[in-house]
């Protein structure tokens, strides 16, 4: 059984920080990205930061450019997402998933089979 489990989540001032860590299990995802999307109330889920497990290639939304950084160990099966510096707007449920796609889809949350239960960050102004 395919598992994804988010930890890390919580209340946090504005300018803080936050690590979110996405453990694996289940199969390996060698040849797959892993992505972190976000979903605030009222809003469409969007990518946030994705990195392929193999070569370690990233990729980060404008919106968290040079504040948050995802990374992986592939010794643990973990990937993490460091954010720092968060605002207001940064609050929502972030949500780890796995993508066999081509790197070219990996911003596109249709293009990931495998998902997390989401975990909750907020930020306080």
């Known amino acids: 059984q395919v598992r994804l489990v988010e930890s890390g989540g919580g209340l946090v001032q504005a300018g803080g920080s936050l690590r979110l860590s996405c453990a694996t299990s289940?199969?390996?995802?060698?040849?797959?990205?892993m992505g972190w999307f976000r979903q605030a109330p009222g809003k469409e889920r969007s990518i946030v930061a994705a990195?392929?497990?193999?070569?370690?290639?990233?990729y980060y939304a404008d919106s968290v450019k040079g504040r948050f950084t995802i990374s992986r160990d592939t010794a643990e099966n973990t990937v993490s997402l460091q954010m720092s510096s968060l605002q207001p707007e940064d609050t929502a449920v972030y949500y780890c998933?796995?993508?066999?796609?081509?790197?070219?889809?990996?911003?596109?949350?249709?293009?990931?089979?495998?998902w997390g239960q989401g975990t909750q960050v907020t930020v306080s102004s």
């Open positions: 998933a796995a993508t066999g796609a081509d790197w070219t889809f990996v911003t596109r949350d249709v293009s990931y089979g495998y």
């Open positions: 289940g199969r390996t995802f060698s040849s797959y990205a």
């Open positions: 990195i392929t497990w193999r070569s370690g290639a990233t």
